[in-house]
């Protein structure tokens, strides 16, 4: 079965920093796109980041130079490490596979939430 | 980056049709042919809908349809059905490598 399974959620301070994970089975993470998809509470669908499957990454202006996505292939997860972290950073977050490397996000996760707050 | 724009709510009964907006730009839903539709129920993740303007994954009921004219893409979904009350948004590529989705409409099925 094809999942995705993200974890490292947590309660942490302005500009703390925390990592989270995106673990695949059913599919290789290093063929394949992976995007990051956050979800404020009560709020809509943000667009965070995506590593391709070579390797080039890319961040939403919000968080550019804050949040890094890499991935580790012999572990088949994808991570976001974010730093500097902001009240407006507190969401739910999704990992997403983008199945025709053409903004066809499935399957998504089931979401670990991040809450910034002192 | 600005989000596309969607009615915040929707509704038809039962049997009904609805469609559902989601305007942006030439730069974003004008300018490709990658245009997605995403199903949340609440506290679910997003299901994918719709993918490139018009078609369906498997699985997803041909009660379910996409189309694009100009800057506007517009979900329809026909036959309503008491399932299908959920929040819709849509998402579009945006250029250089960065994806953007809508601010969401909440469907109620009367």
């Known amino acids: 079965e094809v999942q995705l399974v993200e974890t490292g959620g947590g309660l942490i301070q302005p500009g703390g920093s925390l990592r989270l994970s995106c673990a695949a089975s059913?599919?290789?993470?290093?063929?394949?796109?992976i995007n990051w998809v956050r979800q404020a509470p009560g709020k809509g669908l943000e667009w965070v980041s995506v590593?391709?499957?070579?390797?080039?990454?890319y961040h939403a202006d919000s968080v550019k130079g804050r949040f890094t996505i890499s991935r580790d292939d012999s572990k088949n997860t994808v991570y976001l490490q974010m730093n500097s972290l902001r009240d407006e950073d507190t969401a739910l977050y999704y990992c997403?596979?983008?199945?025709?490397?053409?903004?066809?996000?499935?399957?998504w996760g089931q979401g670990t939430l991040v809450t910034v707050s002192s | 980056q600005s989000a596309l724009t969607q009615p915040p709510s929707a509704s038809g009964s039962p049997g009904q049709s609805v469609t559902i907006s989601c305007t942006g730009t030439?730069?974003?839903?004008?300018?490709?042919?990658?245009v997605s539709w995403y199903q949340q129920h609440p506290d679910k993740a997003p299901k994918l809908m719709i993918y490139?303007?018009?078609k369906r994954p498997s699985g997803v009921p041909d009660r379910f349809s996409g189309s694009k004219s100009g800057n506007t893409a517009s979900l329809t979904v026909s036959g309503l059905q008491a399932e299908d009350e959920a929040g819709y948004y849509c998402?579009?590529?945006?250029?250089?490598?960065?994806?953007?989705f809508g601010g969401g409409t909440k469907l109620t099925v009367l």
């Open positions: 059913g599919f290789t993470v290093s063929s394949n796109y």
């Open positions: 030439s730069s974003d839903v004008g300018g490709y042919n990658y």
């Open positions: 998402s579009s590529y945006a250029g250089s490598n960065i994806w953007v």
């Open positions: 490139e303007v018009t």
């Open positions: 590593i391709y499957s070579g390797g080039k990454t």
């Open positions: 997403a596979r983008d199945l025709g490397n053409r903004g066809w996000f499935d399957p």
